[in-house]
Nanobody, 123 residues
């Protein structure tokens, strides 16, 4: 069983930056592919980014490419999402997820989910 806890959300002005963290309570963190998803009010949960087990390869949704950076620290059992040049349309609840399929961009490919952290970007 993997428990995930996101932190770092909040209110930020458009153009600003924010870093989300997701701490995993599992001894085998390095065995999991990690992903970030987001869900805006009235919309489906969508893929944001994912990273391979050793952090060597990452993928991004087109809407965040060049603005968001995913990283992980396996020694700390933590995955991060650094966000810059934030836009109002980035407002959503952000979720981290753990799975076993590299490069997976669909929610069904992830086995464990955090509770989410709210990010609100004011324009």
């Amino acid at each position: 069983q993997v428990q995930l806890e996101e932190s770092g959300g909040g209110l930020v002005q458009a153009g600003g930056s924010l870093r989300l963290s997701c701490a995993a309570s599992v001894r085998t963190f390095s065995m999991y592919v990690m992903g970030w998803f987001r869900q805006a009010p009235g919309k489906e949960r969508e893929f944001v980014s994912c990273i391979t087990r050793n952090g060597g390869i990452s993928s991004y949704a087109d809407s965040v490419k060049g603005r968001f950076t995913i990283s992980r620290d396996n020694a700390k059992n933590t995955v991060y999402l650094q966000k810059k040049s934030l836009k109002a349309e980035d407002t959503a609840v952000y979720y981290c997820a753990a799975g076993r399929i590299s490069g997976a961009q669909s929610t069904g490919r992830y086995d464990y989910w955090g509770q989410g952290t709210q990010v609100t970007v004011s324009s």
